[in-house]
C-alpha cells in the first residue's frame, strides 16, 4: 500500500511541477501565464551595461502568445569595437600572395598597438572579433616629404579577406603651363578612410603597392597610423 501511496505521490508531484500555471487565465499558454500586470518592489542597479546582461522583451508577433523574450544587450547598445595602432618609421613590408607588386605592413599588435585588443592585430592584418559595420583608416605621414615623380604610380590599399578593397595612389600637387611642370609640391601624407562590412573572422589588410619604386626607404621611415572602429552590428 506504501509503495502505491509513493507511486502516485510522484506522478501528482511531476504533474505539478510540469503544469502550465495561469493567473487571471484558464487557458494558460506557457509554465507561467500572466494576464494583467507584474510589479517588482526592488530591483538591483547597475552603472554600466556590458555584454554579460541581457534584457527581458515582450514578444508581439503573436496574437495571444506574447511571450517574455531574452534579448542580448549587444542588439541595443551595439558594443562598439575599437582598434588604433601606429609606428614612427623604422617598419618594413612583408610579401603578399597577390602580386602585382602588393605588400602588407609588418606592424604586430604586441608592439603597436595604442587602443584596442592587440591579439587582433598580426603583421599588418586586423581580423574582425564581432560582425558589424565598421569604419577604417589608414595614413601614411612622409613628414620631410617626397617628390610625387619618385612615388609615382604608387598606392595604398585595404584588402578585405585579401582581396582589394579599397585603394589610392599617392596624390600631390603640380603647377604646370603648356604641359611643363614649372613646380611640384612634395607629398606630406595619403590616407585612405572607407566603411566595410565583416563578419566575426574576416581580415582587413594594410598594403602598400611598391612595383617600380627603388628606394623603399621613402615609406618605411615614415609614420604610419591606422584605426579600425565598429559602428553598428
Not at 124 to 130: F, I, L, N, P
Not at 167 to 177: C, I, N, P, T, Y
Amino acid at each position: 500500500m506504501k509503495k502505491r501511496f509513493y507511486f502516485f505521490g510522484l506522478i501528482l508531484l511531476s504533474i505539478i511541477f510540469h503544469a502550465q500555471v495561469g493567473i487571471n487565465t484558464s487557458e494558460p499558454k506557457s509554465t507561467l501565464d500572466i494576464n494583467g500586470n507584474l510589479a517588482v518592489r526592488s530591483v538591483s542597479n547597475i552603472e554600466t551595461v556590458t555584454s554579460d546582461y541581457t534584457f527581458l522583451m515582450r514578444d508581439n508577433s503573436t496574437n495571444g502568445n506574447q511571450e517574455i523574450k531574452e534579448i542580448s544587450s549587444d542588439r541595443l547598445f551595439h558594443s562598439s569595437t575599437a582598434y588604433y595602432a601606429t609606428k614612427n618609421g623604422s617598419w618594413s613590408l612583408l610579401s603578399l600572395s597577390l602580386g602585382g607588386g602588393w605588400q602588407k605592413l609588418n606592424l604586430t599588435g604586441n608592439s603597436d598597438t595604442k587602443l584596442g585588443n592587440p591579439q587582433l592585430f598580426t603583421d599588418g592584418v586586423y581580423t574582425a572579433s564581432k560582425p558589424g559595420i565598421y569604419v577604417v583608416s589608414y595614413e601614411l605621414q612622409l613628414e620631410s616629404g617626397v617628390n610625387l615623380e619618385l612615388l609615382g604610380g604608387k598606392k595604398l590599399g585595404l584588402l578585405r579577406n585579401n582581396e582589394i578593397w579599397e585603394e589610392k595612389s599617392f596624390d600631390g600637387v603640380r603647377v604646370s603651363l603648356l604641359g611643363i611642370t614649372l613646380a611640384s609640391i612634395p607629398v606630406t601624407s595619403s590616407g585612405i578612410q572607407s566603411i566595410v562590412s565583416l563578419n566575426t573572422g574576416d581580415t582587413i589588410t594594410f598594403a602598400i603597392n611598391t612595383s617600380g619604386l627603388a628606394n623603399l626607404g621613402l615609406l618605411t621611415n615614415s609614420k604610419v597610423n591606422l584605426y579600425v572602429y565598429r559602428i553598428s552590428s
